[in-house]
């Protein structure tokens, strides 16, 4: 079965703290992952992936697969950075979401 | 066009009536996504085509939920009989195809549905 769990639904954090955000998945097959994210009134972006091995706005995320995780890190938070993150499995044909971390940033 | 295009933005109906949910794709994508969005749940997938394969409508869930995606381009999602637990945002996304799929997805704005 494929899934991808983000065990916090809601994370607060204060600017300039670090931020980690959690994924572990399920997948039995060569796993490639996806972060998603949606800022307020936005639509739902690609933020990175973790084949390019890239940082975005200052994120990166290490695929661990003995540990099969995915989390997203930023080592010093904005208050841009305050959005709704899904981490994303794909599967044989589809992209498998998790159910969405919402980040605040607090100033 | 230069994104994915849904319309209508925002719908509101009445339980029991039938609604329709338009996704345009990027010009060139093959394959398109419905996912379904509501509180606590996340992202639901609901039914993926590619081509001209038979589509995945293993997310589909009920019988009241049918799409067709006509000419390989635009796609209409239906929901009959609407119940107020259909009520959520329907995101439709379009990707090059399964072998570039690591280039992720392009996501519309979505359709807020809203069942009274």
């Known amino acids: 079965a494929q899934r991808v769990t983000q065990p916090e639904k809601l994370l607060s954090v204060f600017k300039g703290a670090p931020v980690e955000l959690k994924c572990n998945y399920s997948?039995?097959?060569?796993?490639?992952l996806f972060w998603y994210v949606q800022y307020s009134r936005q639509r739902l972006q690609l933020l990175l992936r973790h084949i390019s091995r890239e940082s975005i706005k200052g994120f990166t995320a290490d695929l661990n697969k003995g540990e099969t995780s995915f989390h997203l890190k930023k080592p010093f938070a904005q208050e841009e950075d305050s959005a709704m993150y899904y981490c994303a499995l794909q599967g044989a044909q589809k992209l498998v979401f998790g159910q969405g971390t919402r980040l605040t940033i607090n100033p | 066009g230069a994104g994915v295009s849904q319309s209508p933005s925002n719908k509101v109906t009445e339980k029991g009536k039938d609604v329709e949910l338009r996704c345009d794709p990027i010009s060139g994508h093959t394959a398109l996504y419905w996912y379904r969005q509501s509180l606590g749940q996340g992202l639901e997938f609901l039914i993926y085509f590619q081509g001209n394969s038979a589509p995945d409508k293993s997310g589909l869930p009920s019988d009241r939920f049918s799409a067709e995606r006509t000419g390989g381009s635009v796609s209409t999602l239906t929901i009959q009989r609407t119940q107020q637990e259909d009520s959520a945002v329907y995101l439709c996304a379009s990707s090059l195809d399964r072998g570039l799929i690591s280039y992720g997805y392009t996501f519309g704005s979505g359709t807020r549905l809203t069942v009274v």
């Open positions: 997948y039995s097959g060569s796993p490639e």
